[in-house]
Each structure stands twice: as C-alpha cells, then as structure tokens.
C-alpha cells in the first residue's frame, strides 16, 4: 500500500507531525516510545504520525524542517511487532541529504498485520 502524506513542522514545540492526505476513519494512536506516535485507522492502516523533539530524533537542525524536499515513512506491522522507519530528505548547502530513524516496538494493541510505505505528495 502506498500513500501520500503531507507535514507540518512546530519550530517552537519541536514536533513534526506527518499525515495522510486521504479520506480515513480514525481508529487509534498508539504511543511507539517517549517521543514517537502513530496513529491507525479503522482498517489497520498508518495515517498519521507525530515526532516530539524532532531535531533530537533525527539529528536535524530546527531550521531544516521547513525546507523538506521528500519524506518516506515505511511501516511493518506484525502480529508480534512494529517496526518504522522514516527518511527526510533535505538540502542543505545545495547537497541533498537523508536524515533517518528507525523505531520497533512490540504489537500490544492488535493491531493487524500490515505494510505500508507512504511517500510525501
């Protein structure tokens, strides 16, 4: 499954927040650690993602954030885990350059199996 995402960055708050452009139904946000929320629809699907302390979790500076030229979310849920993986892609002096992080974290809620990678629009 491929979606189309969009993002807004909160300078101030550190948060990026990533979400689907499509029609959905909520379903439920699931809390991957500290600082890494994604949020499911009713069919089990990812559609939005919320990153505290973003420049932390990718090692990007603040002012970069707004200057994003491709974000790749991949997703993998099993029934045992679930396992993110996200890349911003951004310029930086004219050179394009990956910032990335990976997050796994055990399936408590459920949710079913699924994969998905949702690229921005």
Known sequence: MNSKVVYDYDRKGDSLFI?????????????LDNYVTMDIDKEGK???????????IFNLDKVYFNRLS???IQSNITEESINLKVQLTVSIHNKIQTFGMN???TNLNGIPSIEAKLVTA
């Not at 979400?19 to 809390?31: D, G, H, R």
């Open 19 to 31: 979400y689907c452009v499509e029609n959905y139904e909520y379903e439920v946000s699931l809390e």
């Open 46 to 56: 990812p559609i939005a993602f919320e990153f505290l302390n973003a420049s932390k």
């Open 70 to 72: 491709e974000i790749t």
């Open 103 to 105: 997050r796994i974290t």
